[in-house]
């Protein structure tokens, strides 16, 4: 694939983020864009953006869509068809992705399921839905996101990750398996699995809406206790922080991920588009991406010693 235009393509989590920038750019790119998001006015927001530099031709839906319900997916793929009257596509990007259920063991079976549903059965479901029109078209890409917590299963010392982690692993899994599947049974059509570092979005904000979580003003003081707790182990409070100010704190903490990540979405979705048109099929993005991705395959063994290799890019990770 050497151009976007005139090609038409999918991209799920489009409401912030790298998936609206990704969504933006394409556009401008001359790209037609089915989008979809759990939320729909954020989604609507993406659309009327991109319609502002879309080029004389090009398409632009959104669509409301939880990817972690098979059923909502049948029918997003449905009215792309049917709004966008195509019967193939060139690019699906399964890029939405939630945090949450960080504890197997302490946190809910509901949250971690809930994680897990999307950043796994979102991208399964999709990758279902919608290869059959990958197929159908003469040259297509299919691209999923796993992240820098498909090859290193950690956020740092003192903080669980577990279902993110164990998602986003399988994503991995799953895009490098397809290679060959894709190769011996539709050559025409290539898998990139993009692994981003730290890159400021508001998914923190955005899984605490979607996970249903207390708002930190309403926690009752065993609550901002048993945050503190946690926080504490992670080096993020001290033992001794009031609860008041646990609860600044765990209400700005999405807001700091945020700004204070080293790349930007918009040069997150720059870098996965120039490397899927470079026909790159492992797309590391973030110089944290690159340099944890280095140290983990030259020595796996110390890849959970966070006096190690994992003491610079959990800092990177987790903000002050």
């Given amino acids: 694939m050497k151009s976007f235009k005139m090609k038409t393509a999918i991209v799920t989590g489009g409401g912030s983020g790298m998936g609206r920038e990704l969504v933006l750019q394409l556009v401008s790119d001359g790209c037609s864009v089915a989008t979809c998001d759990v939320n729909a006015e954020s989604v609507a927001e993406t659309v009327s953006r991109a319609l502002v530099s879309a080029p004389a031709g090009v398409r632009v839906t959104g669509h409301q869509c939880d990817v972690s319900d098979e059923e909502q997916v049948k029918r997003f793929r449905d009215e792309v ?24 063991i302490a946190d809910t079976r509901e949250s ?11 991208v399964y479901f999709c990758t279902r839905a919608f290869l059959p029109l990958l197929i159908k078209s003469d040259d297509a890409v299919l691209v999923n996101t796993s992240s820098i917590n498909g090859f290193w299963a950690s956020l740092g010392p003192g903080i669980p990750h577990t279902a993110y982690c164990t998602a986003k692993f399988a994503v991995k899994g ?18 990139a699995v993009v692994m981003p570092g730290h890159i400021g979005t508001d998914i923190v904000n955005n899984s605490r809406k ?14 901002l206790e048993e945050s503190r707790r946690g926080m504490s182990r992670a080096g993020l409070v001290n033992a001794d922080t009031t609860l008041e100010e646990v609860r600044k704190a765990i209400e700005g903490f999405g807001d700091k991920f945020r700004d204070s990540a080293p790349l930007s979405a918009k040069g997150a979705a720059r870098i996965i588009l120039a490397a899927v048109l470079e026909g790159q099929w492992r797309i590391l993005v973030g110089d944290d991406a690159k340099f944890l991705d280095e140290q983990v395959r030259l020595n796996p063994e110390a ?13 990177s990770i987790i903000p002050d």
Avoid: C
């Avoid at 068809?81 to 197997?104: E, M, Y």
């Fill in 81 to 104: 068809i049917n709004q966008h009257g195509v019967d193939h596509l060139d690019l699906v990007f399964n890029n939405a992705g939630i945090s949450g259920g960080g504890s197997f």
């Fill in 112 to 122: 971690w399921e809930r994680t897990f549903g999307v950043d796994w059965w979102g």
């Fill in 303 to 315: 890849a959970y010693d966070y006096a190690g290799i994992g003491s610079e890019i959990a800092d």
């Fill in 174 to 191: 799953f895009s490098e398996a397809l290679i060959e599947d894709l190769r011996l049974n539709a050559p025409h059509v290539k898998v």
């Fill in 210 to 223: 979607i996970q249903g979580e207390v708002d930190p003003f309403d926690m009752t003081d065993a609550e």
